[in-house]
């Protein structure tokens, strides 16, 4: 025994190992030994998580209000408070939906994905009809249902992430046979991306592609693999932005080289740098923003980071950014401490989901990345991306919490997965 012992892991191990979900998260630390010990790393994850959750909610709450007072004014009946009372409600519908999901088996998202998917699927095919489907700035990605507008590719986000879950740890153990992953993985990301593209919006179809391809990644399927689905991926979006000439006007002018036409495709990004560069280190203070008073478009949506950055200055936007970074930071701890492959991936794939938008936001916002109308999670205002976010919180709290009280999680995965 002390021989084996001594001559290391066996060639089984390290294969278990290789393909483990965690293999590529475990600079947050190795899974703790005891049960005491994951209780109570499980609880700290926890607090890091709501923590972070809440402040990025009261912070988005606080600057709606700030943000959308000028154009609510405007637009309803001088009642400055209008996207603050909607985002408000927004945000007590998502908190008590996140603490209903939280205590669910996280088990259950395996049943859940396939139907939720399929709704969000059919929602998005309604959406992007013109004749059922509600279009504003070029994307046709609504529905009006008179008091409440829905926006389908939100849950379809969620649901694609728990479907692909499934799937890979159904399948855990042949993710090198590439026909494992294309069926039926490949036609389902497929439909969904082509959906998200017949709404005209290429910002969510990246974001529901990206969350599936760095979900493989984590799960350890082969490079060559991913490179070869990112290729043709970044081909298609080439192909995308080419053929459209408000795409080819967002790339080329707005992103590229704004100031050479400052008064129409490069006019958002503009005001929005400026904005930034008005808020100094400490900003010009809570309220007094210039931006909003309309230099900036949808300052109160997909551009709320640079009022924040206007009113609150460097220091405020760097604590949103920290903020968003113990959030992914929280998400990460929770994949690599979950008991099993399913949790482990899941929990992966709704932080990707999360981080992934937020990044392309800032970036969008800050001008390293081209502007996409994607909005900041649990910040911008809107009323599905806020819930369906929050939901998704609430889930990644439901495994940390399997965590805490073994047996609600489903049976423990083995070491090696």
């Known amino acids: 025994m002390g021989e084996r012992a001594a001559a290391g892991p066996t060639p089984a191990r390290r294969t278990a190992e290789r393909r483990s979900p965690a293999r590529h998260l475990r600079i947050v630390g190795r899974a703790p030994a005891t049960r005491a010990q994951r209780a109570h790393v499980a609880r700290r994850d926890l607090r890091l998580l709501w923590g972070a959750a809440a402040a990025l909610t009261a912070i988005g709450l606080v600057m709606v209000l700030s943000a959308g007072s000028v154009s609510a004014t405007q637009g309803y009946d001088g ?101 494992q992953l294309l069926l039926p993985l490949g036609p389902v990301v497929g439909l969904v991306a082509l959906l998200g593209v017949a709404q005209s919006d290429l910002g969510t179809t990246v974001i529901l592609v990206g969350s599936v391809l760095l979900l493989l990644f984590i799960a350890g399927v082969r490079l060559r693999y991913l490179a070869i689905a990112s290729a043709v991926g970044a081909i298609g979006a080439a192909a995308l932005i080419v053929g459209e000439a408000y795409r080819r006007t967002r790339f080329f002018d707005a992103w590229l080289d704004p100031w050479s036409d400052p008064q129409n495709g490069g ?24 931006a909003k008073w309309d230099f900036l478009p949808n300052a109160h949506s997909d551009f ?114």
Not at 103 to 128: D, E, N, Q, T
Not at 279 to 284: M, Y
Not at 321 to 342: C, N, Q
Request: charged share 10%; with cysteine; aromatic share 8%.
């Open 304 to 417: 709320i980071f640079a009022v924040i950055g206007e009113e609150l200055g460097l220091i405020g936007a760097l604590l949103v950014v920290a903020a968003f970074g113990v959030f992914i930071l929280a998400g990460i701890r929770i994949a690599v401490h979950a008991t099993t492959t399913f949790e482990r991936l899941l929990a992966a794939g709704i932080t990707c989901w999360i981080g992934l938008q937020a990044i392309i936001n800032l970036g969008a916002v800050t001008g390293l990345l081209p502007i996409t109308g994607v909005p900041l999670p649990l910040v911008s205002f809107g009323g599905t991306a806020l819930v369906v976010t929050l939901v998704g919180v609430g889930a990644l709290a439901g495994i940390a919490r399997a965590q805490i009280r073994p047996g609600t999680g489903g049976r423990p995965a083995r070491a090696s997965a």
């Open 267 to 290: 006019y958002q990004l503009i005001q929005g740098l400026i904005a930034f560069g008005s808020g100094g280190w400490f900003g010009t203070g809570l309220g007094t923003s210039r």
């Open 79 to 179: 009642n400055a408070f209008w996207y603050f009372q909607r985002q408000v409600l927004y945000a007590v519908a998502g908190i008590a939906a996140a603490a209903v999901v939280s205590r669910m088996r996280p088990g259950a998202w395996k049943a859940i994905s396939v139907p939720l998917l399929a709704v969000s699927a059919l929602g998005m095919l309604i959406a992007a009809h013109p004749t059922s489907g509600t279009a504003m700035y070029g994307a046709s990605r609504w529905i009006d249902l008179g008091p409440l507008t829905i926006q389908p590719s939100e849950f379809a986000k969620l649901g694609l992430v728990a479907f692909t879950a499934t799937v890979l740890a159904a399948r855990f153990g042949h993710l090198d046979e590439p026909r």
